[in-house]
């Protein structure tokens, strides 16, 4: 696959390797020949910024410019947030609408969809519960203001 459309039932979007990307939707999976963050860019301009330019906005809106959550559509109200820094390879991007639960294994984290699927991630429990909560402040200051 060449491109892809991040939509409400995209979960999340893990690297893989170098140039590939792996989305997770709904009980599907998608191979897209892109570096994820060239799929979340494209993703950001089709909406009418940059992933740079949601990043700031972010940073205008709740203070956060570290591993920041950002809104690829304010349309669908579509955020994700990334497990890591950005510019880590190994830097995967979760949807927070799609999001029922999040567990400790380990020193590992276990997210689960409201799809009744999981996926592991290489973060702790701590780290993704924390940008988890970024996600929800961001989401409130965007409703407050659209008000």
Partial sequence: MKDYHINKNTLALFPLGKKKTIIYENHDCYIVDKRISKVMDENCRFNGSSLEGRAKG??????TSY??????????????????SPRLKD??????ENIDNIAKVEDRCSIKFNNDESL????????????FLKSLSLKNSFKKRKK
Avoid: H
Avoid at 67 to 84: G, Q, Y
Avoid at 91 to 96: D, M, R, S
Avoid at 120 to 131: A, F, G, K, L, P
């Fill in 67 to 84: 591993k920041a959550p950002i809104i690829v559509s304010e349309d669908e109200l579509i955020i994700f947030f990334p497990t890591c």
């Fill in 120 to 131: 592991e991630v290489d973060t702790s429990y701590r780290s993704i519960n924390n940008q």
């Fill in 58 to 63: 972010t940073q205008n809106m709740v203070g």
């Fill in 91 to 96: 830097c995967a991007w979760i949807n927070l």
